[in-house]
């Protein structure tokens, strides 16, 4: 089993020790998978979060288990003063009813930005965990929209088309799958979501001119039977055709069925010259 870097009080500590003494800088810390919470001056929201046992769970006694092979970072509830949680799209580890049902009860001021093609099935999800009056927290938006969370944090969130497998839309044209780019701090995040390499997306991201790329790295396997991501090596150029000043992997140490050895993207890193950075789980750094 996995152990965090930082675990539970100690993660919390590591956090706030580090935003104290960074004055005005952007602090990030993994929360395993996808999920990131990040931090600008007492400012805080959390990507992607997938902080419980539910797909274990559900999948405890068929053909294909989810055993985890890292414990939990922290439990959601005690993530306060959280401003906006997101979900690129509706499987569960991006969009955990049991996580963000914690998340809500500890922060009720807070909003789950989903894809507004997914915002029937969020809602639907929100209700089954018990989240009463689910529809106050959710906010639905589509691609090319932009959000402003914070004037003061300087925080704004925009969607981009992802391709988990493929570009899917609904019947309104709507995309099912999202990346986002967050600027927050003068620091412009982009959280690709789960995606493969798609004609169009380095055109697409460009124009927010990212310091920062959230990448998965656990490639497609057909055997897995799920949907399958960038490798490592198409994360390392992907972050190079962007220009982002540090690549960051993600997708991986989760499940035993669907990981991946972050060597190869660091070795792909290498070849290109493109700076990264890869966090044990719990890790924060400063951005």
Not at 12 to 28: C, F, P, T, W
Not at 99 to 118: D, F, H, Q, S, Y
Not at 233 to 258: G, R
């Amino acid at each position: 089993m996995i152990e965090p870097l930082f675990a539970d009080d100690a993660f919390l500590e590591n956090i706030s020790q580090m935003e104290a003494s960074h004055g005005d800088r952007v602090v990030i810390g993994w929360l395993g998978q996808s999920g990131y919470l990040v931090c600008h001056k007492g400012f805080r929201f959390i990507i992607d979060p997938y902080l419980s046992d539910s797909l274990t769970r559900k999948y405890a006694e068929t053909t294909k288990p989810h055993e985890r092979i890292s414990r939990i970072v922290i439990s959601p509830e005690r993530l306060t003063g959280v401003s906006f949680v997101t979900s690129s799209h509706n499987h569960t580890d991006h969009l955990d009813g049991e996580t963000l049902a914690k998340l809500i009860e500890a922060n009720p001021g807070v909003r789950v930005i989903v894809p507004r093609a997914n915002y029937t099935f969020a809602l639907d999800r929100l209700v089954s965990a018990g989240v009463t009056n689910a529809a106050t927290y959710l906010v639905a938006i589509p691609v090319d929209e932009t959000l402003t969370l914070s004037d003061i944090h300087g925080c704004t969130i925009t969607a981009v088309p992802a391709a988990h497998e493929a570009l899917e839309t609904d019947k309104n044209g709507d995309y099912r799958y999202h990346g986002y780019c967050i600027t927050v701090g003068g620091v412009t995040i982009y959280h690709s979501g789960d995606c493969i390499p798609y004609d169009g997306l380095v055109a697409t991201v460009l124009p927010y001119k990212p310091d920062v790329a959230l990448l998965p790295i656990n490639g497609r396997d057909p055997s897995r039977g799920v949907s399958g991501n960038f490798s490592g090596p198409e994360a390392a150029i992907l972050a190079h055709s962007l220009n982002v000043k540090c690549v960051i992997p993600n997708h991986y140490d989760l499940f035993a069925f669907n990981t991946a050895d972050p060597q190869e993207f660091v070795d792909a890193c290498e070849v290109i010259s493109q700076l990264y950075r890869v966090l044990r789980l719990g890790e924060a750094i400063v951005l």
